[in-house]
């Protein structure tokens, strides 16, 4: 999260910026000591309210605001596309997507949230599920809807309610997600962005009033948001990237994997956490695959992301790109071999080509961090259980990918592989169905699923015992 830039009048403002022109779009003014002061009261006064509010209420408005999602998925998925440079099919997929959660949380919250009887020597027992008050999102800017909804669907199902704090460059998406809450019939409070610096997410934490806070984001981000939340006792949920392995063994078929394999690593134009990043092909396969994988990456479109054909857009910020290459040069200097790409495009815009590197040397940033972009780190292996040691050997452990017609294989990568989700001949995908999150530096706690609703919730314990009859 970048700091707020300031005019020579010294007021603070948010600039929204389009990655294929450089032009800005909008300037937005961050809230004021006051104006935040009254956010964070008026969530604290709706919560009193919200959380007493009927179950199937609540899921009528998420109902609602599936609707919204849907009736406007043009012009969000533009909005999406204009501010952070996601191509425009993607970006009205992910509204949809959205609105599918919304819907879920809708149907199953109830459920989820049901007493739980639990069978115990002389008294009658069980769990209650309550929800805790205001919770805090820091958000990052690469799924600037998706990232929102799965925390918030789940969170106002529960009856808590939510602030946001968006990414810096993506202010126009924040408020446009505020916006859909207001048009369902949320009440006021329920739903607000903060229009606040990265610098005044600590105080945030502290007021006694927001009572949890969740951050998808950077490791020192996540890192940060935790020390604070742990000096004031407040329960965190943390989701901080992840180099994803993607291993393909010689039983697997080579044409449908290298194809997913190359949809894996451009997710988002390779701006995903569950990107696959690190490639591991058995040996006796890895030219085939090397020689495919590099022929499809070379042949992807790249341009404007409102055209529906471009299958790559823009990197989100300068700063992304200027990132990325140091990653790349860094490695290549160690011995890593750029086999496609690894150099900006000329013109305005912040465009990287789809990159492939081989013989990328153990300690280099290729093989040991998170590369933010289309480019892909290849690795030759000679069995299962290398490709194993090498996935595992890092700090990151959030998702993996297996592609192999071996039960045993499959078997074995299921049980070993350190990640918080583990495909067998699939891409790594997230679903409202599932858990989602990570294990190591990649966080920790699980969005998603009826796990994600139960993180910011009070699991209360309750035994109601007869009292012996008066005499």
């Not at 004021?32 to 964070?40: I, Y």
């Not at 998706?146 to 990414?167: D, E, I, S, T, Y």
């Amino acid at each position: 999260m970048s700091a707020p830039s300031q005019t020579s009048s010294g007021t603070n403002l948010l600039h929204s910026v389009n990655p294929a022109t450089e032009e800005l779009l909008r300037q937005i003014p961050m809230d004021s000591p006051d104006q935040l002061e009254a956010k964070l009261a008026l969530s604290r006064e709706t919560f009193e309210r919200w959380h007493r509010t009927p179950i199937k209420e609540r899921a009528a408005w998420l109902n609602r605001a599936a609707e919204v999602l849907e009736n406007d998925e043009p012009e969000l998925g533009r909005l999406m596309s204009l501010e952070m440079g996601k191509p425009i099919t993607a970006a009205r997929q992910e509204i949809r997507k959205c609105a599918l959660t919304c819907r879920y949380y809708a149907e199953h919250g109830e459920a989820f949230l049901r007493d739980e009887r639990i069978e115990t020597d002389g008294a009658r027992s069980f769990i209650r599920y309550q929800p805790l008050g205001p919770i805090l999102a820091v958000m990052p800017w690469n799924f600037p809807f998706w990232q929102v909804f799965r925390f918030a669907a789940p969170a106002l199902m529960a009856g808590n309610v939510a602030l946001l704090k968006h990414a810096s460059n993506v202010p126009q998406c924040a408020l446009a997600i505020e916006g859909v809450f207001t048009r369902a019939g949320f009440p006021a409070g329920a739903f607000q962005t903060l229009l606040i610096p990265a610098g005044a997410v600590a105080d945030v934490i502290s007021d006694s009033r927001v009572r949890a806070a969740t951050l998808t984001g950077s490791l020192a981000a996540g890192a940060a948001v935790a020390a604070q939340a742990g000096r004031h006792i407040k329960k965190t949920v943390l989701e901080l990237g992840g180099s994803d392995p993607f291993i393909i063994m010689p039983s697997a078929d080579l044409l449908h994997a290298t194809a997913n394999a190359v949809r894996a690593r451009t997710i988002n134009n390779g701006q995903s956490c569950i990107a696959a990043k690190r490639f591991f092909a058995h040996r006796s396969i890895f030219p085939a695959f090397q020689q495919a994988f590099t022929s499809r990456m070379a042949g992807l479109k790249v341009g404007d992301p409102l055209d529906p054909a471009t299958e790559i857009g823009p990197l989100a910020t300068a700063a992304v790109r200027a990132d990325l290459e140091r990653q790349i040069q860094d490695s290549v200097a160690m011995g890593a071999r750029v086999v496609l790409g690894g150099q900006r495009l000329a013109g305005p815009g912040y465009f990287f080509p789809p990159t492939v590197l081989d013989e990328i040397p153990a300690n280099s940033p290729a093989a040991r961090e998170e590369l933010f972009g289309p480019v892909a780190a290849l690795f030759p292996v000679d069995n299962l259980s290398q490709a194993l040691a090498l996935a595992n050997d890092s700090d990151f452990g959030l998702g993996a990918s297996l592609w192999s017609n071996d039960t045993s294989e499959q078997e074995l990568f299921i049980d070993q592989i350190q990640a918080g989700a583990a495909f067998v001949n699939g891409m790594v995908a997230s679903d409202p169905r599932l858990p989602f999150g990570g294990i190591k530096q990649s966080g920790y706690g699980r969005e998603l699923s009826y796990l994600g609703l139960r993180e910011f919730v009070n699991i209360k314990t309750v035994c109601l015992h007869e009292l012996p009859p008066a005499f």
